[in-house]
């Protein structure tokens, strides 16, 4: 883009804002039947609009390459099996093209570590839905140590946060039958073991047991052998909390102790230690979690700072505490710091081997992991584990029966590897490794940063083709998240590789505040009312991207989902000039209902409530539903989500649709019949997703553009 060009791009963007701010938000609910999520006038909108759009979309001339090379990649043989300790053995849950649902299955360590392992198959999620008639997804499993033998797996109903849970026995392979295993019908809840023969079980006991959120705030000890009804309350929180439950922390030295958790806003949350007589409340920071136990001692997580007597531990770092001492005086703990960022860093959760405490973090977006032990004075020491620079880093599974993990390593052109670390030495090697799925000798990584309206420094990545020319005219996608404390990093995006990297395209991950990036000030940043410098960073790295001549609004195009899908829509109304394709996906749209819809109660510590007014009328300012204007220009966008989000709901992604609609504006909708807060159930559903946004972005940004394949 010229300089004259863009001068002008700056000077309308502000007239835009101001627009917005001066005319009074329509707050007008015409479409609150869509609501009804299963409603047969609701679906039939639903099913209308999936036909109109996949006639746009499915009929282009790209789109059955994209879908089969996505789906493909999806189900290769090759992919690395990723797996999680337990009982001595490794467990994996294998999805390809014959085992749609999947298959749950074990190895050893020694058969992990060659080219092609041996698997035993332990249940078969298939033909169990084939058995019993069910459109079973599967959730997990959690095993009660130390034999790990009897274990505890949870299974949706396509692909929905509500869950059954059934008892399942590893040595013979199959669920524990009758009233001598666990069953717990379908619900969002929450069980923890407590014991081999005890359950700790939150969930809507009888109706309307549940938070404004819609989830359980009562606990109850179950016993085996005992039907529901006979549980034992042994906590209750209260309606206007956002959750509860409980869970049991263990050691190699076979010291265990439970704990329950009430949340109390989605950030804020209170810790109680069950002892023989009693339940206790933890003096601990209302923004800190219980994560791990090693050696006698609870690990702690911190949001803010923990202020104990003399002892001061930053926000951000992580300390620990004796469970003797939590169980004598649990208003005085004794907090011993183990690590303490610095204002580039950021601490990413904490996994106990045998003797070692593995702790991930970042350093300026760049990923790091480290190895801690605590020697007899009380007190932590580190060692880095040696792991290539410049990538993103993770603890994938830890072996708490020894000093053995595995480290993911990934970035933007490195297919992801799994590494095997003695955490004791604190030394790594590579074990396996994803084939490439693209040809990336012919692209680049870069990082720049963009200066956002208030000054703050926004750092962005972005990769592009070598030959790339500063002239405005590469087809660029840019993305970001910007809530809940979540961190954007570096990872090897297979689908974008193969159909938009090696065809001329850039991608551009934005680390904007409401992340955790750079520890938990980032986040708070942009918090309820402050939300819009989480707009304006985004905005700056768009901006910037103009300014460098990378792109163009002609060919610059966004996307995200979820609290991502709500930054999209933002977007799309605070700035419908600085692009040409924009989509949405999972969203959140409308502001002043999201209390009301799904579990949207339960972010209220994130965006604030239409309760407060000075909050309401925040949310209204920048509410999408609300804010679409008559007479404005805005690219055509592309809004998918699905029927069995119960997290964040269709409804959002609906309404909004219909307003455009109703307003005479272009968009597509397409909505995916099952699948839970994502893009689908299974591998098929999901490839299919993905391959309608990318053939939406290539009709968008790449139609029409010189040397364009």
């Known amino acids: 883009m010229r300089r004259s060009a863009l001068a002008l791009l700056l ?28 409603g047969d006038k609701a679906m039939s909108w639903v099913k209308a609009e999936n036909a109109k759009t996949t006639d746009v979309l499915e009929k282009d001339p790209r789109f059955a390459g994209f879908y089969q090379s996505m789906l493909k990649m999806a189900q290769a043989q090759d992919r690395i099996p990723g797996v999680t300790f337990n009982g001595g053995k490794l467990y994996n849950f294998w999805r390809d093209s014959v085992h749609i649902r999947g298959l749950w299955r074990s190895t050893t360590l020694a058969s992990y570590r060659t080219p092609k392992p041996v698997w035993t198959t332990v249940l078969d999620l298939d033909a169990l839905a084939k058995r019993e008639n069910a459109n079973w997804v599967w959730q997990g499993f959690d095993c009660v140590p130390p034999a790990e033998r009897r274990c505890l797996i949870s299974l949706s109903d396509g692909g929905e946060d509500a869950s059954t849970v059934r008892e399942f026995d590893l040595v013979t392979r199959s669920f ?21 023969d005890t359950l700790l ?75 023989p007589h009693d339940i206790a409340r933890l003096a601990m920071p209302l923004k800190s979690n219980l994560v791990a136990m090693l050696d006698g001692q609870l690990v702690v997580s911190l949001s803010e700072a923990w202020h104990a007597g003399a002892t ?39 996994s106990p081997t045998l003797h070692h405490l593995l702790v991930g973090m970042t350093d300026n977006v760049k990923g790091r992991v ?98 790339m020319k500063l002239d405005g005219q590469t087809p660029t996608i840019l993305t970001a998240y910007g809530g809940f404390e979540v961190s954007n990093t570096p990872y090897y995006d297979q689908n974008a590789g193969k159909v938009w990297l090696t065809h001329g395209g850039a991608l551009v991950l934005a680390n904007i505040r409401g992340g955790s990036e750079f520890g938990p000030a980032w986040h708070e940043a942009g918090l309820k009312t402050k939300r819009q ?21 002609r060919r610059l195009g966004i996307e995200g989902g979820s609290n991502g899908g709500l930054l999209m829509g933002v977007e799309l109304n605070q700035h419908p000039d600085l692009w040409n394709a924009v989509q949405i996906a999972v969203p959140l749209l409308d502001m002043l209902r999201f209390e009301q819809i799904a579990a949207g ?53 609906r309404k909004f649709a219909a307003k455009m609609a109703e307003m005479g504006l272009p968009y597509l909708y397409y909505e995916v019949i099952e699948g839970g807060h994502g893009s689908g159930a299974n591998a098929i559903q999901q490839a299919h997703t993905t391959a309608l946004g990318y053939v939406y972005f290539a009709r968008q940004l790449m139609d029409g553009a010189a040397a364009i394949p």
């Open 201 to 275: 079980v939150a969930r809507e006991w009888t109706p309307g047991d549940v938070t404004a959120s819609g989830y359980p705030f009562i606990i109850k000890r179950l016993v085996r052998g005992q039907p529901l009804s006979a549980a034992v309350e042994i906590f209750r929180g209260t309606k206007s909390d956002v959750s509860a439950g409980a869970g049991t922390f263990s050691d190699a030295a076979g010291r265990r102790v439970t704990v329950i958790t009430r949340g109390v806003s989605f950030f804020e949350s209170q810790a109680y230690i069950v002892r």
């Open 601 to 653: 109660a339960s972010w209220v510590g994130e965006y604030g409530s239409v309760s407060n007014p000075d909050e309401r009328a925040f949310l209204q300012s920048i509410s999408p539903l609300h804010n679409l204007r008559p007479g404005v220009k805005y690219p055509t966008p592309l809004i998918w989500t699905t029927t069995k989000d119960d997290r964040v709901g269709p409804q959002h992604a």
């Open 176 to 196: 524990v039958p009758g009233a001598g295993g666990f069953s717990l019908p379908k619900g969002k809840q929450n069980v923890s073991w407590m014991g081999s």
């Open 312 to 350: 001061t531990i930053k926000s951000g770092g992580m300390a620990s505490f004796s469970i003797a001492t939590a169980m004598k005086t649990p208003d005085a703990l004794a907090p011993v710091a183990i690590i303490e960022p610095g204002p580039r860093e950021s601490v990413a959760g904490a």
């Open 370 to 467: 480290l190895s801690f032990t605590r020697s007899a004075d009380g007190n932590w020491h580190r060692k880095a584990i040696a792991l290539p620079d410049n990538a993103t880093t993770y603890v994938a599974t830890v072996d708490s029966h020894s000093d053995v993990a595995f480290i993911g390593v990934t970035g933007f052109l490195n297919p992801t590897s799994i590494w095997l670390a003695n955490t004791a030495t604190a030394k790594a090697s590579v074990l396996k490794s994803t084939p490439a799925r693209f040809d990336a000798s012919g692209l680049v990584v870069e990082q720049f940063e963009a200066t956002s309206k208030d000054g703050t420094r926004i750092p962005y990545f972005i990769t592009h083709p070598k030959t």
């Open 533 to 553: 410098v989480i707009y304006d960073d985004f905005a700056a790295v768009a901006e910037d991207l103009i300014a460098r001549k990378i792109t163009s609004p």
């Open 11 to 38: 000077m309308v963007a502000p007239l835009v804002a101001l627009s917005a701010q001066v005319q009074r938000p329509d707050t007008t609910d015409h479409f609150i039947w869509l609501e009804d999520v299963n």
